[in-house]
């Protein structure tokens, strides 16, 4: 696989941030960071990053597919993923996320016509302290309400996205400006 240059850079830098014996921490943090360089990680993504962070090639697909945050395909213009574990819940998130199949006209694993939006639901997005939450591709959005959820979905649609609460600490991109 032809790995771009930019990727490889930033692949030192992230290495740059760990210790030499808590390479294997850098896995995560590179795996986001090659979904945002190539839109997805593929086969042969996985290979390199398993070769590049010094661990079997299970590992990688062990977390690649425990992190609903990260792609083996590419992603439809704005993937809306709700949390539904328990902490979610508990807070809410069942009657937001039937305010959102209304607002977009569809359901969990649905596309809209235009195909902006992908709803999905999934287990954890790793932010129960500020649930309800959900991720709008690496944009996270804290303790939803129907009118905030409203206005994100809005300014998506428009073109003019609402930048999340916070930075977006879960996905290794803390102070970086996200493009969408």
């Known amino acids: 696989m032809d790995i771009p240059d930019t990727l490889v850079r930033k692949s030192e830098e992230i290495f740059f941030s760990f210790p ?53 395909e590419r992603a439809e213009k704005f993937l809306v993923q709700f949390c539904r574990n328990i902490s979610c819940c508990l807070a809410g998130a069942e009657d937001l996320q039937r305010h959102v199949e209304k607002k977009l006209g569809i359901r969990n694993g649905e ?26 591709n690496e944009m996270q959005y804290y303790q939803l309400t129907p009118e905030k959820l409203d206005r994100i979905i809005e300014g998506f649609r428009s073109g003019r996205p609402v930048p999340p609460d916070e930075p977006t600490p879960l996905l290794g991109n803390v102070g970086e400006k996200i493009a969408v």
Request: charged share 25%.
């Open 111 to 136: 596309t809209t016509a235009d195909g902006l939006f992908t709803l999905r639901y999934v287990e954890c997005l790793g932010g129960c302290s500020w649930a309800p939450m959900m991720l709008v």
């Open 20 to 72: 030499p014996e808590r390479r294997e921490s850098a896995l995560v943090p590179l795996m986001f960071e090659a979904q945002r360089e190539l839109g997805c990680i593929t086969p042969d993504t996985e290979h390199w990053i398993a070769e590049t962070v010094g661990v079997s090639l299970v590992k990688v697909r062990e977390v690649l597919t425990f992190y609903s945050m990260l792609r083996r």
